[in-house]
């Protein structure tokens, strides 16, 4: 992104701290580093060892912005910090006391460790007049973070726009899937929307710019445009016919919740960014433009490079990344302490190579559904979303490739190891955890073909869904295995990293 970056690299300056590094914003800004030469630290609550594959070059420390005792170890010997965490995952209820929490307990510690620079990315938008309480929290961690005696750049951005941003997948799937969409006034508000490129080029910009330090900057693309208007653009770009129709009835809790049904995007984070589309977001400050001088793209622009990205399956990062709260920290099968309360498994032998078995295996979920019994697997997914789950809708980020942590539907990947091994665990609303293993192993010359359900509860409803479900496992679960092997001829671009 920052190749026709108008300022120059400063790596003499020392080292770099990345917060949020898991998030959408974060997981990009640290190869811009990276490349740029910097000394770069990422801090991470969990799992340094599986990031530390994804960016070989920089460090990475264990820490949680809610505990300080983890913070000083993450902002020892630190020159600049990003601070790039927000909670709006938590949900509408639950984000603003973490929020406040953890900018306090960064900007402390930041203090007490002789930081010299914070750079925090937050939301565009009037704080006194503003009525989304989630644009109000992101100006009060601002506040918070200014308090202390370590200079803070704050920038200030409405809606990001780029392959992977949940705001971008609202809009493009709520475009694609209907023939005509209700439009109440607030979708009539004015909104400067920004590319996530441009995001990024900012963010390193002001880095690179010491006349930007202690300041704030809005940052927004080229033009301003109704949510209306961007609607009807996005459309266009599709080539799709629309009809947009005006309606008084406003009430954003309704409207939130019908996006998270139909699009991958769930509640508790749809609730929070369609709240703020009750405030006109447009840059009043665009100083930064007298620092940083590039010309930033239009929406139209932004929306055309994500549809390419995806297209051609380069989505770097997604909001799926770091959703659902915590999924870092949640128990892995092999830290449970004794087995798993129920385990059922089955397999099948194939003398198809393992090589090729185990691709087809990775091939699993997203568009191209589970091979077999795909209603069964989007009900579930359908119940989940309902339920203010995940659901099945979020599909997956890259369909020819697979890593740890990555997304598939209601699953999350938790251990992958070429041509052996795909293990999943569960994110969907469970009386319990669950995973899905599946294993290729040799046999007499072919290879063993096998899933492993488990299920660890220790309460009723738990062992009652259990029982509820096995009766269909062995239906399911055999038909899945026959046609992962029988595709597996087939498959010659799917597999691990």
Request: charged content about 25%.
């Amino acid at each position: 992104f920052c190749n026709d970056l108008p300022t120059s690299p400063r790596p003499e300056i020392g080292r770099i701290l990345i917060t949020g590094a898991t998030g959408y914003i974060g997981g990009r800004l640290i190869p811009e580093l990276l490349a740029r030469g910097y000394k770069v630290r990422v801090m991470v609550r969990s799992g340094p060892s599986i990031h530390k594959k994804r960016w070989s070059g920089a460090d990475m420390v264990v820490a949680d912005a809610l505990k300080k005792e983890d913070l000083k170890s993450a902002l020892e010997g630190v020159h600049t910090a990003y601070y790039l965490i927000h909670s709006l995952l938590l949900g509408p209820w639950k984000f603003e006391a973490a929020d406040i929490r953890a900018a306090a307990n960064f900007r402390d510690v930041a203090q007490d460790m002789g930081v010299k620079h914070i750079i925090y990315l937050g939301g565009l938008g009037d704080c006194h007049t503003s009525l989304s309480r989630h644009l109000r929290c992101r100006m009060e961690v601002a506040e918070e973070l200014r308090v202390g005696e370590v200079p803070v750049t704050i920038l200030r951005s409405a809606v990001i726009i780029g392959s992977g941003s949940a705001s971008y997948e609202i809009i493009h799937n709520l475009v694609k899937k209907f023939p005509f969409l209700l439009i109440p006034p607030w979708a009539k508000n004015r909104c400067q929307s920004i590319g996530v490129r441009d995001v990024v080029k900012y963010l390193v910009g002001v880095l690179e710019t010491p006349e930007t330090h202690a300041k704030s900057f809005d940052i927004g693309g080229k033009d301003v445009l109704t949510y209306e208007l961007m609607l009807k653009i996005f459309a266009e770009i599709l080539n799709k016919k629309i009809a947009l129709i005006s309606t008084p009835y406003q009430n954003i809790s309704f409207y939130s919740y019908f996006a998270s049904l139909m699009t991958p995007v769930p509640a508790q984070i749809t609730a929070g960014l369609m709240e703020g589309l009750k405030d006109e977001v447009v840059c009043r400050n665009s100083k930064i433009k007298k620092y940083i001088p590039f010309e930033p793209l239009t929406y139209k622009e932004s929306a055309l490079r994500a549809l390419t990205r995806e297209e051609q399956d380069k989505v770097y990062t997604r909001w799926s990344d770091s959703y659902p709260p915590a999924y870092e920290l949640a128990i892995k099968l092999h830290e449970l302490k004794g087995k798993p309360t129920y385990t059922a498994s089955y397999s099948i032998l194939s003398e198809k190579d393992s090589s090729s078995l185990f691709r087809s295996v990775c091939g699993i979920g997203g568009k191209a559904g589970w091979f077999n019994s795909n209603w069964m697997w989007r009900a579930r997914g359908g119940l989940d979303r309902i339920l203010l789950g995940v659901g099945s809708s979020r599909g997956r980020k890259s369909y020819p490739y697979l890593e740890i942590n990555d997304v598939i539907d209601f699953w999350r990947v938790e251990d992958i190891q070429a041509d052996r091994r795909l293990l999943l665990r569960a994110e969907m609303k469970l009386p319990g955890k669950a995973w899905l293993d599946f294993n290729i192993s040799p046999e007499n010359g072919d290879h063993r073909l096998r899933i492993t359900a488990h299920f660890h509860t220790h309460g009723i409803l738990g062992k009652a869904y259990w029982y509820t479900f096995l009766p269909f496992h062995h239906f399911i679960f055999t038909d899945l295995l026959e046609q992962i092997a029988k595709k597996a001829a087939r498959k010659k671009t799917v597999g691990a990293v």
